[in-house]
């Protein structure tokens, strides 16, 4: 199993242009999600999706948005790009509900916004 | 997610049992505690989780208090490659993790 992938690994964007970061699991999970990590910060949760079909706004979704077409894909999209979107972006599958359940992240996706 | 207090930062030395503290004095009966650890460059990682029992896993140990107001997490024997931020969560929904800042476990050889 390759687990949680995602594509690019880097990214050099300019204010204004858009971009879409792809996240694919191979674990079936149900759950995904799009954080964002700040230097010296935690995570922040973007957008996530219990479900084929479905998503919901986490903590600081405004300038991104999400979908999930497929089980296995989760898209995140950035319309006109802003330099405070310059992070690195993680994105993590989890098997379904239940507080037990482990999440699988992916390694990153760097984002610099000039 | 009810609100975790972790200290910023800890330092050990190889091969010593580091006792990484978690403050959740607001946690619900059925609060699950969870700790990830971070790398540097990489993704968290799973570490542990636990509800009212002490856990054990093959990287590390979860105690967690009586109350249930605090727990620790604590990795037997430290190697460099611990070195990392550990996050300790208390979840509420079922669904989604709330990170917070984390402590920066450093290990010195």
């Known amino acids: 199993n390759a687990g949680v992938t995602q594509t690019p690994k880097f990214r050099v964007l300019k204010t204004g242009q858009s971009m879409t970061l792809l996240c694919a699991q191979d674990m079936n999970h149900e759950y995904m999600y799009w954080y964002r990590q700040d230097p010296g910060m935690g995570l922040r949760l973007i957008h996530y999706s219990v479900g084929e079909g479905t998503t919901a706004k986490g903590e600081v979704p405004d300038g991104y948005n999400v979908s999930r077409l497929k089980k296995q894909n989760f898209l995140l999209g950035l319309e006109s790009a802003a330099p405070s979107q310059t992070s690195v972006y993680f994105c993590?599958?989890?098997?379904?509900?239940?507080?037990?359940?482990?999440?699988?992240f992916g390694p990153g996706t760097r984002l610099t916004v000039l | 997610d009810a609100k975790t207090t972790q200290p910023n930062s800890m330092e050990s030395n190889e091969e010593e049992p580091v006792h990484l503290p978690c403050n959740h004095s607001?946690?619900?009966?059925?609060?699950?505690i969870h700790w990830y650890r971070q790398l540097p460059s990489q993704g968290p990682e799973y570490v542990i989780h636990g509800l009212t029992s002490n856990v054990n896993n093959r990287m590390a140990s979860l105690a967690i208090a009586e109350d249930r107001k605090s727990s620790t997490l604590i990795l037997h024997r430290a190697t460099l490659r611990d070195a990392a931020v550990y996050y300790c969560i208390a979840e509420t929904s079922g669904s989604r993790l709330t990170f917070g800042e984390g402590t920066q476990l450093t290990v010195n050889p």
């Open positions: 993590a599958s989890r098997p379904g509900q239940g507080p037990y359940n482990e999440q699988f």
């Open positions: 607001t946690i619900s009966g059925t609060d699950y």
